[in-house]
C-alpha cells in the first residue's frame, strides 16, 4: 500500500495554494492539511502534525524564511521542506539546503515538475531543473567544507594552484624562494586545513573549490 503523503502549505495568495492543492491531491498519494497565509500559523501546524511535506514562499511577510527555516525543522526534523519562489533560484539553493530544505522549485514550474520534485524526495533525491545544469550550475560545498579553503594563506593557496597545475615540489619551492622542505611544511598545514590526509585528496578539494568559485565570479 502506498504511503499517502500529509501536506502543509504556507503561502501570500490564497488562489495560488488551492490551486497548489488540487494539482497535489489529484493521484491520491498526497493530503494536504492544510493552507496557511501566515507563517505562525503555518509553523504551529507542522510542529503539531510533523507533516512529510511543507510547500513554503520564500517571500513571508513578518519573518525572513532562513532563520524561520532552521527552527521549522528543529520542531519537525522529518518535514521535506520545498521553497517556491518567483526567482531562478540558482543562488538560493546551497543556503537553503544548509537551512534544512530538501528543494526549491520556481511558482512557473508545471504542475508535473512540481509533482517530480516531490516523487524525487520520497526516493531520496533531489531534482533540480536541467536547465541549471546547462548554465553550468552545480552545488556549492557546504560552508563547514569552505571554511578550510578560506583558512588557507596566500602562499599557501598558490602552492595548492601550482599542485594542481601539475608543478613540481622543487620548482615550487623556487618560484616562491623556500627550501625543499619548507613546501613539506607548508603541505602538512594545507592538509589540516583542509581536513585530508593524501596529496590526492588536497588536489580533488581544492580543484572542486576552484572550479566553483570561478563560475561564481565570473
Known sequence: MVKVWQVVIVGCHPTSMLGTKLILEEGGELKVLG????????AAIVREKEPDLVLVDYYMPGRELEPALSDLKQSSPASHVVVMTEEDGRDLLQPLIERGASGILSKGASPGQ??????????????????????????????????????????????????????????????????????????????????????????EKFALFSRQNKQIYA
Request: hydrophobic share 40%; net charge positive; no cysteine.
Open 114 to 203: 512540481l509533482l517530480q520534485l516531490i516523487q524525487g524526495l520520497k526516493e531520496g533525491f533531489l531534482s533540480v531543473p536541467l536547465e541549471w545544469i546547462r548554465k553550468g550550475f552545480l552545488p556549492m560545498p557546504s560552508s563547514k567544507e569552505l571554511g578550510g579553503m578560506l583558512q588557507l594563506t596566500q602562499t599557501e593557496t598558490f602552492i595548492m594552484e601550482r599542485i594542481v597545475q601539475g608543478i613540481t615540489y622543487d620548482k615550487i619551492a623556487l618560484e616562491i624562494e623556500v627550501s625543499r622542505r619548507s613546501i613539506d611544511n607548508y603541505l602538512r598545514k594545507i592538509y589540516v586545513k583542509l581536513e585530508v590526509s593524501t596529496r590526492a585528496q588536497a588536489i
Open 35 to 42: 493552507m496557511y497565509s501566515s507563517w505562525v500559523e503555518g
